[in-house]
């Protein structure tokens, strides 16, 4: 579990690199700069720079779930990956979609530290998504980026 017993913070990226295998990536590779950070290769042998995002569970309300996105990290990633241990639904984010969320709200952002932007995202059991930039009162629909969850990976 992360650092506290009531953390909902997880460190293990082990169920999380587990369950893109299953989703068709293969051998992801750790990618230099950050723990979180891997390399996937995909079925056509493209190659995806993404940083993982995960958490055990929610200190918010059913489905939502709040993440510090770290949006100095935006040029160096193709991707983010927010998945939530326990859901049928993981989100894989394009960061020129969270980039260009994060400048329309740049006014009413709202950070945890200078590094992270904070956004609360709600994952529907009918595999809808929304990010909601805290601060900002706006939900966006990022539905598109919402893929099923391998069930042997829940």
Not at 41 to 49: A, P, S, V
Request: glycine share 10%; charged share 20%; net charge neutral.
């Amino acid at each position: 579990m992360g650092r506290g017993s009531n953390n909902p913070k997880t460190t293990d990226n082990g169920p999380v690199l587990a369950g893109l295998r299953a989703m068709g990536y293969a051998r992801p590779e750790p990618y230099p700069g950050g723990r979180d950070g891997f390399v996937l290769r995909q079925e056509d042998g493209t190659r995806l720079r993404v940083k993982i995002q995960k958490r055990n569970g929610s200190e918010r309300a059913a489905g939502q779930h709040s993440f510090g996105v770290c949006h100095l990290d935006f040029p160096n990633v193709d991707s983010f990956v927010f998945w939530v241990r326990g859901l049928r639904h993981v989100l894989i984010v394009p960061t020129a979609r969270l980039s260009e969320v994060f400048h329309e709200c740049e006014t009413s952002n709202t950070f945890a530290n200078p590094r992270q932007w904070e956004v609360v995202f709600h994952f529907e059991d009918n595999g809808q998504a929304f990010m909601e930039p805290i601060g900002s009162g706006v939900q966006y629909d990022i539905s598109e980026h919402c893929m099923a969850w391998p069930q042997a990976a829940v």
